[in-house]
């Protein structure tokens, strides 16, 4: 699986597991509604300090994002984020 679309699918799941909206979690990570959007769908991709204020917004560090992500790019079939 292709990591822009691995992050997508684990920040879509962290989101929802943290029962936030888009638009809360945006507005916590001091980015735009949209661009989470994007960043959902594997349009677009985070540099490096978005990484770091959406982990921040969900409570979790940075590093468990990126791992998350790595679970997804080699086993896509485990879809469940823990």
Same mark, same amino acid.
């Given at each position: ?22 638009? =809360? ?19 677009? =991709? ?25 679970? =997804?790019?080699?086993?896509? =079939? ?5």
């Amino acid at each position: 699986m292709d990591p822009a679309v691995a992050f997508g699918k684990v920040l879509r799941a962290v989101r929802k597991e943290a029962r936030l909206s888009q638009e =809360q979690l945006a507005l916590s990570a001091g980015v735009e509604r949209n661009f989470v959007s994007l960043i959902e769908r594997g349009i677009n =991709q985070p540099t490096i300090r978005v990484v770091f204020k959406l982990a921040e917004a969900l409570n979790m560090s940075p590093a468990r994002l990126v791992e998350l992500t790595e679970q =997804q790019v080699k086993f896509p =079939q485990e879809a469940a984020v823990q």
